[in-house]
T-cell receptor, first 114, second 116 residues
Framework: NAGVTQTPKFRVLKTGQSMTLLCAQD?????MYWYRQDPGMGLRLIHY???????AKGEVPDGYNVSRLKKQNFLLGLESAAPSQTSVYFCASSYPPGGGEKLFFGSGTQLSVL | KQEVTQIPAALSVPEGENLVLNCSFTDSAIYNLQWFRQDPGKGLTSLLL?????REQTSGRLNASLDKSSGRSTLYIAASQPGDSATYLC???????????????FGQGTILTVHP
């Protein structure tokens, strides 16, 4: 049972470089989310999607872009990485309200920006 | 803006004790509340989900209660074991309406250590 899979698991970037984090889920969930987790700040929502082809901003969207071209995939892009984006990134998915809203998380991506 | 606070930030107990973790939220207009467990270096695992119309949910040794009007939830762990050591987080989903469903707000978590 794969659930929510994130790639890569670790990445080191230099300031100004770009990268894409991939999230894939095999549970046919409508909703998908990208969070970042920082010490003392907890989990903060970056962007989320309520269905294929739709995305919305969360609490801390600046410096990130997302795309949901296929229902099972949710991509998080950093166009020009900054040291402030050093964090652990988590993807999650769920059914919409009324269909069971438990969130299922991936195992995270540890990103360091030097 | 919804704010979620968890108290205590850390808790250390001997094996076998019953314990309570607290979660409070500032906006009572929630759709549901979830409790999660996070092990070091891992993702979060959903433990219990309480709908706004419910008062409590139980799973094994875990019991979560919700008092929406006062903005509080508790997670009760009975007969704690060393394997329960982890960080426990609560998260609230806003009340139904538009796409705000997606904007879950998390507390910062309680780090639980159960020592033998």
């Amino acid at each position: 049972n794969a659930g929510v899979t994130q790639t890569p698991k670790f990445r080191v970037l230099k300031t100004g470089q770009s990268m894409t984090l991939l999230c894939a889920q095999d549970m046919n969930h409508e909703y998908m989310y990208w969070y970042r987790q920082d010490p003392g700040m907890g989990l903060r929502l970056i962007h989320y999607s309520v269905g294929e082809g739709t995305t919305a901003k969360g609490e801390v969207p600046d410096g990130y872009n997302v795309s949901r071209l296929k229902k099972q995939n949710f991509l998080l892009g950093l166009e020009s990485a900054a040291p402030s984006q050093t964090s652990v990134y988590f993807c999650a998915s769920s059914y919409p309200p009324g269909g069971g809203e438990k969130l299922f998380f991936g195992s995270g991506t540890q990103l360091s920006v030097l | 803006k919804q704010e979620v606070t968890q108290i205590p930030a850390a808790l250390s107990v001997p094996e076998g004790e019953n314990l309570v973790l607290n979660c409070s939220f500032t906006d009572s207009a929630i759709y549901n509340l979830q409790w999660f467990r996070q092990d070091p270096g891992k993702g979060l695992t959903s433990l219990l989900l309480i709908q706004s119309s419910q008062r409590e949910q139980t799973s094994g040794r875990l019991n979560a209660s919700l008092d929406k009007s006062s903005g509080r939830s508790t997670l009760y762990i009975a007969a704690s074991q060393p394997g329960d050591s982890a960080t426990y987080l609560c998260a609230v989903r806003p009340k139904a309406g538009g796409t705000s469903y997606g904007k879950l707000t998390f507390g910062q978590g309680t780090i639980l250590t159960v020592h033998p």
